[in-house]
């Protein structure tokens, strides 16, 4: 265990603050153009996995005593980082459409960039931030959504995601069986809907419409719309195509990330409605150091399910005796996600030995695959 004391030194949080360097990447592929655009996806993707391979794994756990004023470097690290993104995002859109030595295919190439960054560390912090339980902190988390149009993503992820994982009123658990390429569009409708039922049924409780102004899909339309209105300043209509552009790249990243953390697991169906509370074998982890630096921990997956408002450096590692291990980080196994038959190829006998090692005695898992048992009351 570390202690509490090494935890809050400044070296200690040092190698999180290595995905700041998407930052210059993305503009020097700008600049550059040519085969620079390809850059920032190649060191997300790959780099941070290879290095994986070199640094090995990362199996130790923080003293959970640590205080929160111990983690001032690795709340700043996730605060800081908003402005940034800002900053950057306009300025490349501002860039972009003046760069006369930039075609088509390269303008598509710098907004990639910018969608890799925004999605694989912008939203990994939004979901940091997201789940503190100060105004500020997700505040910030709601300005680093609304960059990449996908607000509404909190409501989802805080009211549906973390309540019903595993079960068939989760939209974002990918069922046993199904490939990237169904799963995405699937979610992409669901999610929307789900997140505003969500918010519209706790207003109800309150006797208050949905339309209320407490509702906060008012705060996300409002901040979604104040972003698309800085890319049109900076960059005219054409800003506004390219800051969208980068959007759907970044809401990519994202769900393929959530159909790589649960693929296949779900949660014992018990009977009338009810389902056993959520354990460490219902998400798939993964203790790659390098991997875990880019993401924050967000490969601790079991951990933050247990306790989701725990700080990343405290999130904790589980054996793979407690739950199942993925052959390699999320990035690399995001990458496999979108190859369908090597995605099932690896990870279906995964799900297989996973089932009998925890449920030994379901001999039918039919309706769990079909997500036709009865949902969650």
């Keep these: 265990m570390t202690p509490a004391k090494q935890v809050a030194q400044f070296s200690s949080a040092l190698p999180f603050f290595l995905s700041f360097v998407l930052i210059p990447l993305v503009w020097i592929g700008a600049v550059m153009g040519g085969w620079w655009l390809l850059i920032t996806p190649l060191v997300t993707w790959y780099l941070f996995s290879a290095i994986d391979l070199l640094v090995g794994l990362n199996t130790e756990n923080a003293d959970l005593e640590t205080s929160d004023g111990q983690l001032f470097w690795y709340k700043s690290l ?3 980082w908003v402005p940034l993104q800002f900053i950057t995002m306009m300025g490349l859109i ?17 907004m990639f960039g910018v969608g890799v960054m925004s999605g694989t560390v912008g939203i990994v912090y939004a979901h940091e931030l997201m789940h503190q339980r100060n105004r500020y902190e997700r505040l910030l988390g709601d300005l680093l959504m609304a960059m ?4 509404h993503f909190r409501s989802e992820h805080l009211l549906v995601h973390h309540r019903y994982v595993g079960t068939p009123r989760d939209p974002v658990t990918a069922r046993y069986n199904e490939g990237f390429h169904r799963f995405y569009p699937r979610v992409l409708r669901e999610c929307l809907v789900s997140a505003f039922k969500a918010e519209k049924d706790m207003l109800a409780r309150k006797s208050l419409p949905w339309h209320h102004k407490s509702n906060p899909f008012w705060k996300y339309w409002g901040l979604q719309l104040a972003m698309l209105l800085c890319a049109f300043i900076v960059g005219g209509w054409l800003g506004v195509l390219l800051f969208a552009l980068q959007a759907v790249v970044a809401v990519w990243q994202l769900e393929v990330v959530n159909y790589v953390e649960h693929y296949g697991l779900t949660r014992k169906y018990l009977g009338d409605g009810k389902y056993e509370h959520v354990k460490p074998h219902h998400s798939w982890n993964s203790a790659h150091k390098a991997t875990n630096w ?10 933050h399910h247990y306790k989701p408002d725990r700080r990343f450096p405290l999130l904790q590692n589980y054996s793979d005796a407690e739950a199942p291990q993925l ?7 995001s990458v496999c996600a979108m190859m369908p038959p090597l995605w099932k190829r690896v990870m279906n006998p ?3 030995h996973w089932r009998q090692t925890y449920y030994p005695e379901i001999s039918d898992w039919s309706d769990y695959n079909k997500l036709s048992t009865q949902p969650p009351r």
């Design 78 to 80: 996730t605060q800081i």
């Design 294 to 303: 880019l993401m924050i921990n967000l490969q601790r997956h079991s951990d």
């Design 350 to 352: 995964k799900v297989k």
């Design 148 to 151: 990449v149009l996908y607000s």
């Design 94 to 110: 501002a860039y972009t459409v003046r760069a006369d030595h930039l075609n088509g295919w390269e303008v598509f190439g710098v």
């Design 327 to 333: 052959p390699h980080g999320y990035p690399f196994m």
